[in-house]
T-cell receptor, first 110, second 112 residues
Framework: TQLLEQSPQFLSIQEGENLTVYCNSSSVFSSLQWYRQEPGEGPVLLVTVVTGGEVKKLKRLTFQFGDARKDSSLHITAAQPGDTGLYLCAGSSGYSTLTFGKGTMLLVSP | EAQVTQNPRYLITVTGKKLTVTCSQNMNHEYMSWYRQDPGLGLRQIYYSMNVEVTDKGDVPEGYKVSRKEKRNFPLILESPSPNQTSLYFC???????????FGNGTRLTVT
């Protein structure tokens, strides 16, 4: 069974701070997806990373896929209250369906 | 607008009363899936479907049924709901099983 461990589980910060959340596995994934879920809504895809070592930027969010394609990180610069939500990573390994991590709950206070 | 539509958004029912949660997608996706989300347990897959008339069990299929008679619809059926099925349910669709997924807005089910 493939597992994706996300850390930290919870993160509470002030507006303007920087933060990094992690998604780790002992398994290799062919690609990794990051989703954000806001309260009362379903998860929404933020980005997909495919190549080992790949870095993708989405405004103040920077996503990195590990060289060995076993881990990924999400860095947010100057967090804003609108960044509040549950961040989920999901790995694709060529099996039939995605493997989801349990998520990191981020709260950004004004 | 590309979307996955679930109904109802909220449902309160009693133990043993059969219910169906509907899910429809307008993106011509072959893959559809149902998840339940519980605090501390994350998203757990209930059932999925790779295409019409093809369904498979996920990680937590007990107490649930699904059908995929047409590409756009994938209803979730609880024949005899129990309190341990109280949860937040999400339907999702994608081009294939490991593609990026589009999620519905969820159905919050309470079984008393």
């Amino acid at each position: 069974t493939q597992l994706l461990e996300q850390s930290p589980q919870f993160l509470s910060i002030q507006e303007g701070e920087n933060l990094t959340v992690y998604c780790n596995s002992s398994s290799v994934f062919s690609s990794l997806q990051w989703y954000r879920q806001e309260p009362g809504e379903g998860p929404v895809l933020l980005v997909t990373v495919v190549t080992g070592g790949e870095v993708k930027k989405l405004k103040r969010l920077t996503f990195q896929f590990g060289d060995a394609r076993k881990d990924s990180s999400l860095h947010i610069t100057a967090a804003q209250p609108g960044d509040t939500g549950l961040y989920l990573c999901a790995g694709s390994s060529g099996y039939s369906t995605l493997t989801f991590g349990k998520g990191t709950m981020l709260l950004v206070s004004p | 607008e590309a979307q996955v539509t679930q109904n109802p958004r909220y449902l309160i029912t009693v133990t043993g009363k059969k219910l169906t949660v509907t899910c429809s997608q307008n993106m011509n996706h072959e893959y559809m899936s149902w998840y339940r989300q519980d605090p501390g347990l994350g998203l757990r897959q209930i059932y999925y479907s790779m295409n019409v008339e093809v369904t498979d069990k996920g990680d937590v299929p007990e107490g649930y049924k699904v059908s995929r008679k047409e590409k756009r619809n994938f209803p979730l059926i609880l024949e005899s709901p129990s309190p341990n099925q109280t949860s937040l349910y999400f339907c999702a669709s994608g081009r294939k099983g490991d593609s990026p997924l589009h999620f519905g807005n969820g159905t919050r089910l309470t079984v008393t």
